[in-house]
């Protein structure tokens, strides 16, 4: 069995300014922190030959033979998104029979980057499965890549960099996917400071972020966007 986990973050500072196109022209700067809550997942061997997502926070799971995992229309679209990525990028396009289970301590749309944070645990576990020669910068591009351009779901960087990193980041986003993590290196009592200051409530509410940036218009070639960012 192999098991990952990833942290959730608060966002401090500089929320919206790693949205593309806003950080392709006037790049982005993010301060960050992340929490004692995670996104799991355990990739383990399979059930009868097949391929089964599941999700254990939600009670819901997905089971197919190997090859229909890459092509169906799960429920659990993340899922499906990383086992499809790995599989074609790292694994010859051959697909694995595997059990792949994720448990996350928050509920989506809680705005805590949870969506993000198992991408990238996702990704975490099938580098330790097979061994695959990837760093954090790596695995949070990897994990951008696959929500915002495989699977098509709107959104900025800041979530996957601060669950590939974890702690108080201040991290700069650049032009032609430039990213630059800097891993603030807070003495313990300004640690406690801030942990004796904040109080997370769940209102019991949740938003999904794809939907509030494309109703909001922001797009790669809306210059009005771009302009309503900026001022």
């Keep these: 069995m192999i098991r990952a986990r990833a942290p959730l ?5 500089g929320g919206g300014t790693d949205l593309s196109p806003y950080c392709e022209v006037y790049d982005g700067a993010i301060l960050n922190v992340t ?9 383990g061997p399979p059930n009868d030959g097949k391929t089964s997502f599941s999700a254990l926070d939600i009670g819901t799971e997905a089971v197919f033979d190997p090859e229909e995992a890459m092509s169906a229309k799960a429920t659990l679209i993340l899922h499906e998104g990383v086992y499809t990525r790995i599989v074609r990028e790292f694994l010859g396009g051959v697909p694995a029979p595997l059990s792949i289970r994720t448990p996350v301590d928050a509920p989506a749309g809680s705005g805590l980057g949870s969506s993000s944070a198992l991408v990238v645990a996702l990704v ?10 990837l760093g954090r910068y790596e695995i949070a591009h990897l994990a951008w890549d696959i929500e915002r351009n495989d699977l098509g779901l709107m959104g900025g960087r800041q979530d996957q960099y601060a669950a590939a990193f974890g702690g108080v980041n201040f991290i700069e986003f650049l032009p032609n996917d430039r990213v630059i993590d800097n891993s603030l290196r807070l003495v313990p009592g300004a640690i406690e400071e801030i942990e004796s200051s904040i109080v997370i409530c769940f209102t019991g509410q949740s938003r999904n972020s794809h939907d509030i940036i494309v109703t909001s218009g922001v797009s790669a070639s809306n210059s009005d966007a771009i302009r309503r960012c900026a001022s």
């Excluded at 973050?9 to 500072?13: E, K, V």
């Excluded at 929490?35 to 990739?43: L, N, Q």
């Excluded at 576990?125 to 097979?130: E, G, S, T, V």
Aim: charged share 20%.
């Design 124 to 133: 975490e576990a099938f580098r330790a499965q097979y061994a695959l020669p």
């Design 35 to 43: 929490i004692d809550r995670h996104a799991y997942a355990f990739i």
């Design 9 to 13: 973050r608060l966002g401090l500072a």
